[in-house]
């Protein structure tokens, strides 16, 4: 009998061998198995001995409170509870199911009536002390087979038997609990396996670039994994890939832009290195990722080529301020790279003094130096020195170093940006008996001839029509003097129109520009000194 309560493999089937164990061993009619609901009430959640009865009331629920009351009247015999038909009657109108069987009156006091009542507590097993556990449930029995009340030996067994069904139940309700946490883990790793597999996919397979880096650590940032999308857009393979952080791979320029990149959610365009040495414009976007909940996070990275539209996006901005004709820095982009070395404060503390950014600030140019030019190549490099939109305050320079002009006398030391204002000489002559497509080819080999004598750095731009601007800093008086003689000397040779040989002059003023002017101002006065030499009969030089 108690080998069939520990074989059943479910709950339910544990609950029925319960309540068949009660009718087929010890003796009884009719028997059911109350069990209790997490919400504290009992449930009917088996019975034996009668179909009808059973279809009745399986499955109906009896309240807490009732079942307290029954197990606290009657006769207690243990934890067992008989409770007779002469004090049960109070109990024909409470919650707890109930059924009735009929028979006649019991002739004897030892005889069954038939609404005598037998209960038996089961408790949660375990407790170490000898204590009740809670209460798991309990049993109920109708008719005894031989007509007569259960004595000692009857009740000894129901108790045992009740003992025996609740380590059962519980067995069969841990068996059930670990079954469905079983069955919960494998769902759980098949939808991990189906999520990974699918976030392998999106991965491996992802038009465009995505790479798995390491977040802290000694090895922060070191690349652990690469798609093939990235391999292919920096000429990597994945091995290889595997020896670098994208620190190692950034442009130089860009390495200030990706070290301010956050972790999450982080994005950033810059430059990253190909295998045959030249650098891609990508866009960046980082997310964190983790392996589990409490395991190691990875950097996630996406990587997209925006190589076009940042060529675009540069040709654009080198459109709009250089001249179209001949390449060179157009007027805007001159007054911005001459206002940059400018401050609306004089030095007041000889030649070179050094003034708070701050101070500097309050007329809003910064320091930075410009180049000459900016040709983009057909991998997205710059040749020569790099373009900037716009100039930026201090980027590299936590104090400003006012520009001042040198001294007058002629062994000064010191030096000083030059600014030299140019005026083609003759060049109308030219426009007017060769036509315009002649004259457009006369100003763009000025603008070579011109770009050939400054040194990288320097700027020489165009103002408009025939009249161009060199700046060139750290420059003495001679260096001044000696850098118009050469310009003037390129200038003065034959230019070939039409196989016909032209010449043109060229007249140059020279200003030194210093903080205390603004850039309008120092071109009006190089334009000055200009005039000056093209009215002059002996030079066509001028400075103050």
């Known amino acids: 009998m108690f080998e069939d309560l520990h074989t059943a493999r479910s709950l339910a089937d544990t609950l029925q061998a319960v309540a068949d164990g009660m009718v087929n061993g010890l003796g009884y009619k009719l028997a059911c198995v109350n069990l209790v609901r997490p919400d504290g009430d009992l449930v009917i959640a088996s019975l034996a001995g009668n179909s009808a009865t059973e279809a009745q009331i399986s499955g109906r629920v009896g309240s807490r409170a009732s079942w307290d009351r029954r197990l606290s009247m009657g006769e207690a015999w243990g934890d067992l509870r008989f409770i007779p038909h002469t004090e049960g009657w109070v109990l024909d109108e409470d919650d707890v199911p109930q059924w009735y069987t009929e028979g006649p009156a019991p002739h004897s006091e030892d005889e069954w009536h038939p609404s005598d009542r037998l209960f038996a507590p089961m408790y949660t097993p375990g407790v170490s002390d000898g204590s009740r556990g809670e209460l798991l449930g309990v049993l109920s029995v109708d008719q005894p087979r031989n007509g007569r009340r259960p004595g000692p030996e009857q009740y000894e067994a129901l108790q045992s038997y009740a003992f025996q069904a609740a380590i059962a139940i519980s067995g069969a309700r841990l068996r059930g609990n670990m079954q469905r946490a079983l069955v919960r883990l494998e769902r759980e790793q098949q939808a991990l396996r189906a999520s990974e597999e699918s976030f392998r996919q999106s991965f491996e397979f992802a038009p465009s670039g995505m790479a798995i880096a390491e977040m802290g650590g000694d090895q922060h940032g070191r690349i652990l994994r690469t798609n093939d999308a990235l391999c ?85 901005a080198h459109r709009a301020s250089h001249d179209s004709l001949t390449g060179l820095p157009n007027s805007a982009e001159l007054r911005s790279r001459l206002s940059s070395r400018l401050c609306p404060h004089p030095p007041t503390s000889g030649q070179g003094a050094v003034e708070s950014p701050e101070t500097a600030r309050e007329g809003g140019r910064g320091s930075a130096d410009h180049p000459a030019a900016y040709v983009p190549s057909q991998h997205g490099q710059e040749q020569g020195l790099d373009f900037q939109d716009e100039p930026r305050l201090h980027d590299t320079f936590e104090q400003h170093v006012h520009t001042i002009a040198p001294d007058s006398e002629p062994d000064a030391t010191a030096k000083g940006l030059a600014v030299l204002f140019c005026d083609l000489d ?119």
């Open 232 to 316: 292919r857009l920096l000429g990597r393979p994945a091995s290889a890939m595997r020896r670098y952080s994208f620190s190692d791979l950034v442009h130089p320029e860009d390495i200030g832009t990706l070290l301010r990149t956050s972790a999450e959610g982080g994005r950033a365009e810059l430059r990253l290195g190909r295998r045959d040495g030249t650098y891609v414009w990508v866009s960046l976007r980082n997310s964190v990722v983790a392996d589990a909940a409490d395991g190691p996070r990875f950097l996630l990275t996406h990587v997209e080529d925006i190589e076009e539209r940042k060529l675009r996006e540069l040709q654009l």
């Open 426 to 544: 003759g060049f109308k002559s030219v426009n007017n008996r060769f036509g315009h497509n002649a004259g457009d080819g006369v100003l763009i080999e000025v603008a070579r001839r011109l770009s050939r004598q400054v040194r990288d750095g320097d700027t020489v731009a165009r103002l408009g029509g025939d009249q161009f601007v060199v700046l060139a800093n750290g420059l003495g008086l001679a260096d001044a003097q000696d850098l118009a003689v050469r310009l003037r000397g390129e200038i003065i040779q034959p230019f070939r129109v039409d196989e016909h040989a032209v010449r043109v002059g060229i007249s140059i003023g020279i200003e030194w520009a210093h903080c205390g002017m603004t850039a309008d101002e120092v071109l009006h006065s190089a334009d000055q000194h200009m005039y000056v030499a093209k009215r002059s009969q002996n030079t066509s030089i001028s400075g103050p």
